[in-house]
Structure formats: C-alpha cells, structure tokens
C-alpha cells in the first residue's frame, strides 16, 4: 500500500524559497501521477502542480495552477521515491496547508494523501 510523507515547510517572509518533500513508500513513485494542492482557512482545496506518472508521459510534463506558474516547481525523484515542491518568491496568498497525493497512472483519481505541512508567509 502507498503511503505518502510529508516534510519541509514553515514560515517565511515575501520573497524568500521553501522546498516540500513527499516521500513514498510501499511503490514506486513512477506509477502514479502526482500532485501538490493546497488549502487556506476559509477556502476551496487548490490544485498547486501535477506531475504524470512515468507510463502516461514519459516526459513527465507538469502542469501549475496560474496562480503558482513561474514561481514553483514540481519534480520527482524516482530514486529517492520522493516527490517535491520548489516554492520560490513566496506570497501571503500561498499560506496555505500544503498536501501531496497520488494517483494510479493517470491524474483522475487522487486516492493516497500525505498528512499535510503548513507553509506560511509573511509580509
């Protein structure tokens, strides 16, 4: 069974760099398709970022949320079987609690999640 932990985040003032970690254990990373969402008191889940597993597109093409584009990262590590999110000139809109989560080869069904890490950012 997969399971998904978290590690990183914190507080940070605007402007600086944050990296989360999603490591996995139980499979291997490269089967599923995997995301970053993230959710702020009073709102909506957000979907951050989506990487494909390695059997939909081998190029491993990601996909950002517009109000991430340009600013974060999401990359895997199929060796470390871990998963992460490179957060670069943070805003206090991305003050959120952040989650990885997991889906079988496509990105249609997020079933496995990670325990969550809160990232906040100052002004």
């Known amino acids: 069974q997969l399971q998904l932990v978290q590690s990183g985040g914190g507080s940070v003032q605007a402007g600086g760099s944050l990296r989360l970690s999603c490591a996995a254990s139980?499979?291997?990373?490269?089967?599923?398709?995997m995301g970053w969402f993230r959710q702020a008191p009073g709102k909506e889940r957000e979907d951050v970022a989506r990487i494909p597993s390695d059997d939909y597109d081998e190029y491993n093409t990601p996909t950002y949320a517009n109000s991430v584009k340009g600013r974060f990262t999401i990359s895997r590590d199929n060796a470390k079987n871990t998963l992460y999110l490179l957060m670069n000139n943070l805003e206090p809109g991305d003050t959120a609690m952040y989650y990885c989560?997991?889906?079988?080869?496509?990105?249609?069904?997020?079933?496995?999640w990670g325990q969550g890490t809160q990232v906040t950012v100052s002004s």
């Open positions: 139980g499979y291997s990373l490269s089967l599923y398709c």
């Open positions: 989560a997991a889906s079988w080869v496509t990105c249609t069904n997020f079933s496995v």
